[in-house]
């Protein structure tokens, strides 16, 4: 069974700092890739960033590229999201997801999104 546990969101104010991490069970996490999908107040859920199996290659949406970083600790079964210079705009539940394929990418597995972690960036 997979699980799924966001953890590390918070209150910030603009212009700092917060590191998610996420720790996962029920598979070979070293064999996935990870994605941070992220829901806002009001809308529906967007991607935010991707990190291939052994973490050399990542990808983010063009709102957050140079701020947020995603990694990955395989001997862990974590992935992380080190977010800085945060906006209002970040405000979101913050939460991650696994690909439905082993070792290549074949999209968002939804299912095994956890509960999430709340972002709140506000003065």
């Known amino acids: 069974q997979v699980q799924t546990v966001e953890s590390g969101g918070g209150l910030v104010q603009p212009g700092g700092s917060l590191r998610l991490s996420c720790t996962v069970s029920?598979?070979?996490?070293?064999?996935?890739?990870m994605y941070w999908v992220r829901q806002a107040p009001g809308k529906g859920l967007e991607w935010v960033s991707w990190?291939?199996?052994?973490?050399?290659?990542?990808k983010y949406r063009e709102s957050v590229k140079g701020r947020f970083t995603m990694s990955r600790d395989n001997a862990k079964s974590t992935t992380y999201l080190q977010m800085n210079m945060l906006t209002p705009e970040d405000r979101a539940v913050y939460y991650c997801?696994?690909?439905?394929?082993?070792?290549?990418?074949?999209?968002?597995?939804?299912?095994?999104r956890g509960q999430g972690t709340q972002v709140t960036v506000a003065s």
């Open positions: 029920g598979f070979i996490f070293s064999d996935y890739w």
């Open positions: 990190i291939n199996v052994d973490g050399r290659e990542t």
């Open positions: 997801v696994r690909d439905r394929s082993r070792i290549v990418s074949g999209g968002l597995e939804w299912s095994t």
